[in-house]
Structure formats: C-alpha cells, structure tokens
Nanobody
Framework: QLQLVESGGGLVQPGGSLTLSCRASGPYFARYAMAWFRQAPGKQRELVASITETGRTNYVGSAKGRFTISRENANNTVTLQMSNLKPDDTAVYYC?????WGQGTQVTVSS
C-alpha cells in the first residue's frame, strides 16, 4: 500500500513556474509506475504525465514541452516541474501510484 502526499501548489502568474512534489510512504515505491493527473472545475480528471519504474516518461497534451516528471526512489518522491504555465493549467493536481491517490494540491494560474 502507498500513501501519497502532494505539495507545492499555489497561485502563479501566467508564464510562471511551479514544482509539485509527491512523497510516498510505504514499501516498494521503486516498483510502482507513478503519474500526475489534474482535474479542473467541471471537468474530468485527466492524465498529465507518467513515469515508469525504470524512468521512462510520457506526457499528454499541453504538458509536452512544458512539464517534466521525475522520480527519486531514494526519497520516495515523484516531482512535476511545470513551466510557462497558462490559465488552462488551473486545476487540482493529483499524484497516483498503482491504485493509490494523493489528496491533491491546488494550482491556480492567474494574473
């Protein structure tokens, strides 16, 4: 079982950057593929980026070229670096590992 806790959300101006972190507790973190999802108001939750156990990454849609997902198994952490943020990036961002979800962290992009 994994327990996931996200941090790093906040308010940022368009064009700015934020780094989200997800800290996992529980055994065998390195064996899990991890992912970041987001859910904007009135919309379905959507995949943003994922990273496999071996470090292979995948990005979806507008995250390509602006976001970077990485993991540090020694610290049970997966990170999402976001740059050139746009108002459409406003959402609650969730970390997921296998069937486990974090509680989410709010990202608001607004001037």
């Amino acid at each position: 079982q994994l327990q996931l806790v996200e941090s790093g959300g906040g308010l940022v101006q368009p064009g700015g950057s934020l780094t989200l972190s997800c800290r996992a507790s529980g055994p065998y973190f390195a064996r899990y593929a991890m992912a970041w999802f987001r859910q904007a108001p009135g919309k379905q939750r959507e995949l943003v980026a994922s990273i496999t156990e071996t470090g292979r990454t995948n990005y979806v849609g507008s995250a390509k070229g602006r976001f970077t997902i990485s993991r540090e198994n020694a610290n049970n952490t997966v990170t999402l670096q976001m740059s050139n943020l746009k108002p459409d990036d406003t959402a609650v961002y969730y970390c997921r590992g296998a069937i486990y979800w974090g509680q989410g962290t709010q990202v608001t992009v607004s001037s």
